[in-house]
């Protein structure tokens, strides 16, 4: 049977571009070597070892489970040595983390990312998820500084998630289309299974926390009460499917047509998801296969970073959907539009 490979593919994808490097190439290479470790790893977590909590406290006051910890340093180790990139803003580490060594510090591209996203899930064998962001660096000399990570999502060169799930699927655009690969355990390669991805025109799930319904705008009471109605010729009343990793929720709501929420709420303004490696990434993918993803008001990948941690509310999927979503949130609350 003849298949592609992750790395087959890449190196296919670069020949179109002949005035490309190599570089975006082998840091997407590494990316998906690194994530094979951790695959590894998410997979043998019942077995004690890497389970439960390191005693650290990261950024975001969380507690760090073992799996986190694993999971940033391979990635770290991974992009230090690769040589493309040469720092990276992690989820886990409050400040920057900057490669001075040789073969890094010249690195033209920068990545931000959520090593191990929907970290709550690893105890219960529920799919979770890594992020990534990769940016061309803005600085052009020296090693890199915060600003290099402090640009719109439309600046992406490249982004996507593996999700370690039923199978451990790797998802990446470089911004001409979204592609899949589900990696065979038994050769450990990652094979182009879920070529050109689209959202479907629309679709009929929601995927929201429900729970914190009382604090959510009046915009995303009314748009789930849509969601809830009885209207079988648009598909509704719709289902609700909320796993708590966002990129098993992104997954799913891509293949099957569906929209995820993390708004803001009378307790947090902006949500929880954080922009730079969560919104950003998932919004780059969502318009690349035909979808939106949208603050409520405005387009994601447009939002200006004023921090590396920062967090933005997000409405993501089929663009029927989105913007169903946001013309809830701009008749009942303009109150919650970004100040961006
Ligand atoms: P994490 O980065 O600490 O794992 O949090 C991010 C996760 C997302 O994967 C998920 O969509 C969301 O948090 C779930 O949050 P909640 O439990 O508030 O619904
Ligand atoms: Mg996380």
Do not use: W
Request: charged share 20%.
């Amino acid at each position: 049977m003849k298949f592609k490979t992750l790395t087959e593919f890449i190196i296919e994808k670069q020949a179109e571009y002949p005035q490309a490097s190599g570089n975006l190439t082998r840091l997407l290479n590494d990316i998906g070597i690194a994530a094979k470790f951790v695959n590894r790893e998410v997979n043998r977590a019942g077995l004690g070892e890497v389970m439960g909590y390191v005693g650290e406290v990261n950024v975001q006051g969380e507690e760090q489970k073992k799996l986190d910890v694993y999971a940033n340093n391979q990635f770290i180790s991974a992009l230090r040595s690769g040589g493309e990139c040469c720092a990276i803003g992690s989820e886990e580490n409050e400040e920057i983390i900057i490669f001075d060594n040789e073969s890094s510090k010249y690195g033209k591209y920068v990545v931000a990312m959520d090593p191990l996203d929907g970290s709550s899930n690893i105890e219960s064998n529920v799919s979770i998820g890594t992020l990534f962001s990769i940016y061309l660096r803005r600085t052009v000399r020296g090693t890199a500084k915060m600003e290099d990570f402090l640009q719109p999502g439309r600046n992406l060169v490249a982004a996507g998630y593996v999700l370690y799930g039923s199978s451990t699927v790797l998802v990446y655009s470089t911004g001409n289309g979204v592609n899949g690969f589900t990696l065979d355990p038994s050769v450990g390669l990652f094979i182009l299974s879920h070529p050109d991805m689209k959202y479907p025109e629309t679709g009929n799930i929601y995927s929201i926390n429900e729970a914190s319904y009382n604090y959510f705008p009046e915009g995303v009471k009314q748009y789930i009460h849509y969601c809830q109605e009885d209207e079988p010729a648009t598909g509704r009343p719709y289902s609700t499917r909320y796993i708590g990793s966002m990129v098993a929720d992104i997954h799913r709501n891509l293949i099957r047509g569906g929209i995820f929420i993390y708004p803001g709420t009378t307790k947090s303004k902006t949500g929880k998801l954080r922009l730079l490696y969560e919104c950003n990434p998932v919004a780059f993918l969502a318009e690349q296969a035909g979808g939106k993803a949208s603050d409520g008001f405005k387009r994601i990948l447009d939002i200006e970073p004023t921090a590396l941690h920062q967090r933005a509310p997000i409405f993501v999927g089929p663009s029927a959907m989105v913007e169903k979503a946001e013309e809830f949130m701009q008749a009942h609350s303009p109150e919650f539009k970004p100040e961006h």
